[in-house]
């Protein structure tokens, strides 16, 4: 079952006031970042993140949550509890790397050298 859109908006709401958030659509899902960061997984309308070791005090008590089949376990986030939430993103920015930008391929590469 994918997010739905009410869903989202609702976790997004929770998150106003936070500065750098944003959201991707994946697949019928949704990645929210933090300061370009991946930080939040929306699934099938729950909000789970990465078990970091920097979290696990703070999520001892969150519930197992497994995004899709063949992922990896991921803690269930109480969106609504703004000061827990607040505390989590500020840790996952912290310690969490930019992404690293995938190189292009031999095929798409000269298709772009084709179109510039």
């Keep these: 079952m994918a997010t739905s859109k009410e869903y989202i908006d609702f976790v ?10 944003s959201c991707k659509k994946m697949f019928g899902e949704y990645l929210v970042y933090i300061s370009g960061k ?4 929306v699934c099938d309308n729950a909000a789970m993140v990465k078990k970091l070791p920097e979290l696990a005090e703070l999520l001892k008590d969150a ?4 995004p899709y ?3 990896k376990v991921h803690a269930l986030l109480d969106i609504e509890n ?10 996952i920015e912290r ?13 798409s590469q000269a298709a772009n050298e084709a179109e510039g």
């Design 12 to 21: 997004l709401g929770q998150l106003e006031g936070i500065d750098a958030i």
């Design 38 to 41: 991946p930080a939040i997984l």
């Design 63 to 66: 519930p197992d949550a497994y």
């Design 69 to 71: 089949e063949g992922a």
């Design 82 to 91: 703004h000061a827990l939430t607040r505390q989590v993103l500020e840790i």
């Design 95 to 107: 310690v969490t790397p930019m992404p690293k930008r995938k190189k292009k391929t031999g095929a």
